[in-house]
């Protein structure tokens, strides 16, 4: 696609269901990064992909969250047991490569996932 | 450990005027600094990088400025306009790693 493309835009759930978080990076990057942003505060980095394979998980806060990235296009941020200090905009981005900060990310509108 | 920092939350400029944007790193193997944009609910946008290796680098209005012995970085916008009215991210990159990005700088640009 055009852009990168995160689905849903919102999503409402309570305290202790689970969700999935989509994004659709452009066609032929290869490097998909996922980050988290609460409010008031910057961007903060969970995970990042090159192709299908985890590169760097180290952002993952804890267990309950888990990317995949199958097929090295699409990507799914999982988050079991939801907690409410999981509020936050989901943002997902890509590059064409990986490696250097030359690379460019093109980031998504985002996911707001509130927690209730 | 915040890596990036940016220490004025808020700022606000005439329109015409000149604003700067200031930006302080800790991690000195940062090879690539990187500022976006960012508007109410939308993703964040690119506007312009420096390499490590640069101590400027200028792109129409935008120009940012390196002081590596210092570990700060600096945005310049001249002139500014009320469409440069937004939250503005300094980020720093790691070779071979991610992208590490300060809580950002709310750019008001007076009429």
């Known amino acids: 696609g055009a852009g990168v493309s995160q689905t849903p835009s919102n999503k409402v759930t309570e305290k202790g269901k689970y969700v999935e978080l989509r994004c659709d990076p452009i066609?032929?990057?290869?490097?998909l990064y996922w980050y988290r942003q609460s409010l008031g505060q910057g961007p903060e980095f969970l995970i990042y992909f090159q192709g299908t394979g985890a590169a760097d998980d180290s952002g993952l806060p804890n267990d309950r969250f888990f990317a995949v990235r199958p097929e090295g296009s699409v990507s799914t941020l999982k988050i079991q047991r939801t907690e409410r200090g999981d509020s936050a905009v989901y943002l997902c981005?890509?590059?064409?490569?990986w490696g250097s900060g030359a690379n460019v990310l093109t980031f998504g509108a985002g996911s707001r996932l509130t927690v209730l | 450990d915040q890596q990036v920092k940016q220490n004025s939350p808020s700022l606000s400029v005439q329109e015409g005027r000149i604003s700067i944007l200031n930006c302080d790193y800790t991690?000195?193997?940062?090879?690539?600094f990187l500022w976006y944009k960012k508007y109410p609910a939308e993703g964040p946008t690119f506007l312009i990088s420096?390499?490590?290796?640069?101590d400027k680098n200028e792109d129409g209005r935008f120009t940012v400025f390196l002081n590596k012995s210092a570990k700060h970085l600096s945005l310049h916008i001249v002139p500014s306009q009320p469409g440069d009215s937004a939250v503005y991210f300094c980020?720093?990159?790691?070779?071979?790693?991610?992208?590490?990005f300060g809580p950002g700088t709310r750019l008001s640009v007076l009429p």
């Open positions: 980020a720093g990159h790691n070779y071979g790693q991610n992208f590490v």
């Open positions: 991690n000195s193997m940062f090879d690539y």
């Open positions: 981005a890509s590059s064409p490569t």
């Open positions: 066609s032929g990057h290869t490097a």
């Open positions: 420096i390499s490590s290796i640069k």
